[in-house]
């Protein structure tokens, strides 16, 4: 055993890797380890290249090694965590960090890596604990600073979360991650105090440098070549398996085909709200529906709506991501549709485990997921135009009307008095009932003139928290506007809130981000909806639907021509009455009110892609019709 010279193989190995020369990195640890087999450094600078070139089981298999002739080193148990975790092994991957802490109580990176784990299983205040335990072991930790703030932020404490954000960019200055975050949880709150300072860091973020969380920068940039970037980079750490050859080709359509729908979402929230008649109106003779949750557990009558219209319901909150698709795979799913793509609390490496043939992405994630491991996304003709084509690594499957679909047997309330719901009386009612990240101050600057301009207007938006509206009001002050115009209307349950829709005259869309959910809510409602098109995904929804609802002419194409529309419906009332006839028969006849078509469609698409998998055809883009 020659263990000087390994180190010297060592010390050139770790500089390769550092360099990313990987091939030769592996080679040199290797020598070093001919040399002397237990050399810990060594052992762990193999397992890491392994690792980082997708090996995974083979990086395990080194970790277990090393861990045999080192089994008090925290570092390597650490490390092992990480791979099982790659691996999607959450379980072992615990039990692993688990073992770190045991040994070295102290070690940050153990804590964080566990934290992050029980995050994933809903065990939040586990989590927190182990944040905390990070950045006290090391202040200087902007990555437990980092997820310390993610938590916080989904825990709805987001001015904390801002601090944290602060604390890890003032540890790493380039720390994208933290920064698109910030800017997120910012915009959360209506507080726009960095965008001038920082917008010409955003286009930047994930494109370039480290990955990031694509989500984070939907709201923030209307550009969807940069958003396919940062998808592509983020899912490349989800690595993903070959799955064509994993499954048995049929060489005829089964009588029914299985289908497997897996969310986080499957109770009270706007995913289920739009989707339940879908599920309702599915084919049963010719479609096997399955739902996979991974969310909360649910008595409330949507959800009991729900399980009467599947006829299976399997709850996966408790099995890691490799043993949730072995699951599925068990029950030989013909294709399978993530519903969450890259939003909070997915599970997309389950979906990189591989669970079908065929795996689609629709309705959850407005854009595209940029991974190998998904083969088609739901789209329509709108929401992803032929110049943008390029911006997508699926395939598209373009459905005819809009790619959303509704629930045309909706629960309404009676509808409450004006005075209930905080509108003066003789008021015209602007409402922009959006989640309060997706407004910007493009979209404010120009609802404020319109409060100028037309007189006894008031804004309605949805209450986002007391800071966002504290933000809000104060920037309406700025622009010389009384803030007691911004009306805030607070949660309340969805048959309550579709009715107060009755009281609003005008919907103010928001420019990156469209109303999704929130807009289909106004338009069954009968309240217009006024929209700008962007070139993003994100930035198109609305167009799709009022495409979809017959009410094209409230597209417009520029800032300043949405501005003047809303100025003319705002004070014109023959014409905006006209519109509200218009969308009222629509009601009748249009795709966005019919779920009965979009169903059909989307079971067309699915025969169409089993139809390819079956020939042995790859994936290729389908065009269901207008």
Known sequence: MDVVAAQHQTDRANALRFAGCWADAEAAYRRALELAPAHAEALNGLAIVLRSTGRTAEAIEVYHRAIDYH?????????????????GRGRDAIASYRRAIDLQPGLAEAHCHLGVMLRRRGEVEQAMAQY???????????????????????????????????????????????????????????????????????PELGVEGEAVAPFAAMALDDDPQRHLHRAMRYAGQLGGVARHTAFTRPSERPPRLRIGYFSADFHDHATLWLMIRLFELHDRERFDVRLYSYGPASDRPMRRRLLNAVESFIDIRHLDDAAAAELARRDRLDIAIDLKGHTRSSRLGIFAAGVAPVQISWLGFPGTIGASFIDYVLADRVVIPDEERACYSEKLIYLPGAYLPTDDRRNLAETPDRATTGLPDGSFVFCAFHNSYKIGPAEFDIWMRLLAAVDSSVLWLLHSGDEAARNLRAEAAVRGIAPDRLIFAPPLPQAEHLARHRHADLFLDCFNYNAHTSATDALYMGVPVLTRIGRSFTARVAA???????????????????????????????????????????????????????????????????????????????????
């Open 71 to 87: 089994p008090a080193l925290a570092g390597l148990h650490n490390n092992l965590g990480n791979a099982l975790r790659d691996a």
């Open 132 to 202: 905390r335990c990070a950045v006290e072991a090391r202040p200087d930790y902007a990555e437990g600073w980092n997820n310390l703030g993610n938590l916080l932020d989904e825990l709805g404490h987001r001015a904390e979360a801002v601090a944290c954000y602060r604390r890890a960019l003032a540890i790493r200055p380039g720390y994208a991650a933290a920064r698109l975050q910030k800017l997120h949880v910012q915009a959360q709150l209506c507080d726009w105090s960095d965008l001038a300072s920082e917008a010409a860091l955003i």
């Open 544 to 626: 799709s639907l009022l495409q979809a609802a017959g009410l094209p002419e409230l597209i417009t194409a520029r800032n300043a021509d949405y501005e003047v529309l809303a100025s003319r419906l705002a004070t014109d009332k023959p014409r905006l009455d006209a519109l509200k006839r218009k969308l009222a028969a629509n009601r009748m006849s249009e795709p966005l009110f019919r779920p009965e078509l979009i169903t059909r469609a989307v079971e067309r698409a699915f025969d169409a892609v089993h139809h390819r998998y079956r020939a042995g055809e790859p994936p290729a883009d389908i065009d269901l019709g207008p």
